[in-house]
């Protein structure tokens, strides 16, 4: 996974363009439908891919000028209804260069926007301003009612974000991640986007996504609730090419290190990371918890499945004193929850890590990877459900859950530790801990509940890895043959 500069989407985030009625385009309104807009997609895929150069001027505008230009608020787009949301417009920059189409959907038709100059409040000589009137945009946000934040952005490749209850943004999803954990990733973009205004707090998104292997049509019907944003996604892809790793419902995120990684942090704040925790609920009930990690090489994770209930990347830990950040809050980051919609089939959820050490650099993916071969001309529908929030466990359904995890030298020389803490065990509880362990052998398992603390269940165990090699653990809380926890996979020495 190639890596995203953290700082310049921040900053992308803050500084945006204005756009008023008067500024679309001038021309004829065109009819438009998602079947038209599948159509265009399956036109363009049986076509040589044509990349859209970057524009001359973009390379100018780095993370200061992005910062310096103020969006002029009275111009926002919609937002002229009490308690309406409102559409605001990012300028092209050195991430992200390639201008991309913006039209409005009224009543079945579709009206293009331009870009204007004058979008902004930029000082004298910030290159924002030289931007010229055929620049285009680079992406939108989407405005809350008050205007003191945005709930939803698109901005660069096929990369999307919302925040979280808090309105705190962390983890990026995208439309589409092809050949991720092969070395040789391929990043198509949204070149066409089509907003629809459904409701004061709700806006359906269409977009046409182009790239080297698929092009596809998608729509996005978002809404902005008391628990986040959810949007409800449907997808029509048509690859050009064979794909070997195609990544359905992907989600980029970032850990750089936590408690249980304390060596590998240089920063003074105890955790830096927007996830903690890839969390899967499977067909016949089992939650799936692994805890992230940052790797020492890259590293991939693969989780067969048929017909999973959901996956995600959590941010659990919600504790302020375990990051200490008063400036950008990582005990506020969201938690992103995939749902299909439609019967997946055979696969794998994948977990891809790369080695950071930088808040700013984007290190982990995941998504689903369907068993079936992807050739060209063979249609792929996707339908899923998207749910940013706070969400510590939607997985569990009444499971403990890993609540803190911890590692460190064990009993005997040359061992490791790993403790990991259940919540949600009732108190006088005495369930059974079930190991396993790949790559090492399991010397000692002990567990207890945590002296003071109502509901949460430490267990400890000491094991001696083969060589200087890496081990795989398995663990669970058990009654019986009964699942009594989430069941957990955790890397030692990875």
């Given at each position: 996974?190639t ?5 310049a ?51 100018k ?55 204007d100059?004058?979008?902004?409040d ?28 945005d ?38 973009r ?18 046409l ?47 750089w ?13 105890p ?39 959901g ?54 993916a ?8 992807v ?9 899923y ?6 969400a ?61 603390k109502?509901?949460?269940?430490r ?19 058990r ?16």
């Open positions: 996974m890596q995203i500069d953290r700082r989407m921040i900053a992308a985030t803050g500084a945006a363009l204005l756009l008023p009625a008067s500024l679309r385009a001038q021309t004829r309104p065109d009819p438009f439908s998602w079947e038209r807009l599948v159509a265009q997609a399956q036109k363009l895929a049986r076509s040589p891919y044509k990349e859209t150069p970057a524009y001359p001027g973009a390379a505008v780095d993370y200061d000028a992005l910062h310096a230009a103020r969006f002029r608020d009275d111009r926002t787009l919609w937002g002229d209804l009490p308690g309406d949301t409102g559409i605001r417009f990012f300028p092209l920059s050195n991430t992200a260069p390639q201008p991309v189409q913006i039209a409005i959907v009224e009543k079945g038709q579709t009206t293009p926007l331009r870009y100059p004058t979008m902004f930029a000082p004298a000589g910030n290159p924002v301003a030289a931007l010229g009137p055929d620049a285009g945009f680079a992406g939108f946000r989407i405005m809350n009612a008050k205007r003191d934040g709930w939803l952005s698109f901005l660069g490749a096929s990369y999307f974000r919302a925040p979280s209850p808090q309105k705190q943004f962390g983890l990026s999803a995208r439309a589409i991640a092809i050949n991720t954990s092969l070395g040789k990733e391929e990043f198509p949204f070149t066409h986007f089509w907003l629809e205004r459904t409701g004061n707090s709700s806006v359906t998104i269409y977009a996504l182009d790239g080297i292997s698929i092009a596809g049509a998608y729509r996005f019907v978002s809404r902005l609730g008391a628990d986040g944003v959810q949007q409800d996604v449907t997808a029509a892809l048509f690859p050009r090419k064979p794909i070997e790793e195609l990544g359905l419902m992907p989600m980029t995120s970032m850990f290190y936590d408690q249980a990684n304390r060596t590998q942090g240089t920063d003074w704040r955790e830096i990371h927007d996830s903690d925790l890839l969390s899967i609920a499977s067909a016949d009930g089992t939650a799936h918890a692994r805890p992230l990690v940052n790797p020492s090489a890259p590293l991939v994770s693969a989780f067969a499945e048929r017909d999973p209930r996956f995600g990347l959590l941010q659990r830990d919600r504790d302020f004193d375990h990051y200490q950040d008063d400036g950008v809050y990582y005990d506020r980051r969201p938690s992103l929850w995939a749902t299909s919609t439609k019967a997946l089939g055979q696969g794998e959820v994948r977990l891809y890590a790369f080695p950071t050490d930088s808040e700013y650099t984007d290190n982990v995941a998504y689903w990877t369907p068993a079936a071969r050739t060209p001309g063979k249609r792929i529908d996707a339908s459900r998207l749910d940013w929030s706070a510590k466990a939607p997985a569990s359904r009444g499971l403990a859950i890993v609540e803190n995890v911890w590692r460190g030298r064990g009993g005997e020389e040359g061992s490791d530790r790993l403790v990991v803490d259940f919540s949600g065990v009732a108190d006088g509880s005495k369930p059974d801990i079930w190991t396993d362990i790949k790559g090492g052998t399991m010397l000692k398992t002990a567990g207890y509940p945590v002296l003071g109502s509901g949460l269940y267990t400890v165990l000491d094991l001696r890895r083969n060589g200087a090699g890496s081990a795989d653990i398995r663990l669970q809380l009654t019986g043959n009964r699942a009594f926890s989430e069941y957990v996979h955790y890397p030692i020495g990875a």
